[in-house]
């Protein structure tokens, strides 16, 4: 769950037997452990110099999850390489199975090499599209990286609000195609139609 701040961290926390969250901060480190969403400790101690905070579950298998034997660490990857991406000057790291592994960064751009690492890059930052939320109008800021596959008859999107995936587009994923549509028809050379150029189209916006 993302989008409001606490709200993913403390869903989860009712969710696991064990819960185990550490926040380093200069040379204090801060330690706390629930249980099933109770708090069972906490400590505050020195630590050598570095920044960062590390969470630890284990899932209420017992309880909740009866008929789950484990998570899917596909999906936790997926999740956190999505946020990796995302959130700029931030270091993800998951750790399953006794491997530790490293979330790409590198924004919209890098997100789109790993989709389509042969295909040439053109990309927007903070583009602005109008929207309206609850009756009142608004402007939206997005990142977006577009391009062209060979020999590709369908479109391929990665579109985002936050950190969740909008698996059927959205607004802002619909704003974005159409705009993008209506320039490059306005601006082409030669002439073809909106379907033509949405033919092998990829793109990824945030």
């Not at 629930?34 to 209420?60: A, H, V």
């Not at 959205?170 to 082409?188: P, Q, W």
Request: net charge neutral; glycine share 10%; with cysteine.
């Amino acid at each position: 769950s993302v989008g409001t701040h606490g709200v993913g961290a403390t869903a989860t926390n009712a969710l696991c037997s064990a819960f185990k969250a550490t926040s380093y901060r200069g040379t204090k480190v801060g330690e706390v452990n629930f249980s099933r969403g109770l708090l069972q400790s906490e400590k505050i101690s020195k630590c050598p110099k570095r920044y960062g905070t590390e969470i630890e579950i284990t899932p209420d298998y017992e309880k909740i999850f009866k008929d789950v034997n484990a998570y899917n660490p596909k999906q936790v990857h997926m999740r956190l390489q999505d946020a990796g991406f995302l959130l700029d000057g931030i270091k993800i790291f998951l750790t399953v199975g006794g491997e530790r592994i490293q979330m790409k960064s590198g924004g919209v751009n890098a997100m789109f090499a790993t989709m389509a690492p042969d295909v040439k890059i053109h990309s927007f930052e903070q583009v602005e599209i109008p929207v309206q939320v609850d009756g009142v109008d608004k402007i939206a800021t997005v990142d977006v990286a577009f391009g062209w596959k060979a020999n590709e008859d369908d479109m391929e999107m990665a579109s985002f609000v936050n950190l969740s995936r909008t698996s059927d587009g959205g607004s802002h994923a619909a704003g974005v195609e159409k705009g993008m549509v209506s320039y490059l028809l306005d601006r082409g050379k030669s002439k073809c139609t909106a379907k033509e150029l949405l033919e092998g189209l990829v793109v990824v916006c945030h």
